[in-house]
Structure formats: C-alpha cells, structure tokens
C-alpha cells in the first residue's frame, strides 16, 4: 500500500511541474523554442566539394527545390559540362576527370543566385 501511495506522490508531483512548465511565462519557455525554430529556418547551406584522386564529389541539400545549374569550364574558360536539377531536395554529382586532358578544370554549383566553385588540376 505504501508502495502505491508513493507512486501516486511522485506521478502527481510530475504532472505538476510539467503543467507548471507549460503554462509558464513565454519569456522562459515559448521564446526560446521560436528562436530556435527562426535560427533553423535561416541555415543556409553550401556545397560540398570533395577530392578522392581524380574525382570530385558534389554535395548539396537543396531546401527550397529551386534549380541549381553545374557547370564545369576548362582554363581557357570553355564550359565543357552543364547540367540544370531542377526542384530535386538532395544533389550528390560525382565527376571522374582520371581520363580528362591535362587542365585545370573549375566547377561552378549555381543555386539561388549563389555561385561555389572548386578547381581540379589534372596533370
């Protein structure tokens, strides 16, 4: 019996400081969660560029869907590659340059009026 009634205590002793919580000021509680919940909607994420050898990884995590134009120029500034992804969430692109002419070869990820680039020598 007396194990009940201290289970009954501490369930309702719980309940209490979770309503309390709750119901607290805004200041304390409500505020915080909305800065929060503001600073996640206004990450901005870049790509990603990594270098395995004679390849390169492009990672990006698209948000808001909108179109995002790959190109790649040799160093003479000819666009030797262009693709446009339009409305896709997650764009991972892998490029293989082991069979590419000697060069320097720069690609651009374009989204959101936003450019990044990453350069790829092949010697």
Do not use: C, H, W
């Not at 000021?25 to 909305?34: A, D, L, M, Q, R």
């Amino acid at each position: 019996m007396k194990a009940i009634l201290k289970n009954a205590v501490a369930v309702a002793l719980l309940f209490v400081t979770v309503a309390t919580m709750a119901n607290g000021p805004e200041k304390t509680f409500g505020k915080k969660v909305n800065e929060v919940e503001k600073n996640i909607m206004a990450v901005e994420l870049d790509p990603i560029f990594k270098k395995k050898g004679d390849k390169l990884l492009v990672s990006l995590l698209n948000l808001e869907q909108k179109d995002v134009t790959i190109r790649i120029y040799d160093n003479e500034g000819r666009v030797v590659y262009k693709e446009i992804l339009e409305g896709k969430l997650v764009i991972e692109k892998a490029f293989n340059f082991e069979n590419a002419f000697e060069n320097d070869y720069t690609v651009v990820v374009t989204e959101n009026k936003k450019s990044f680039k990453e350069t790829v020598e092949i010697k």
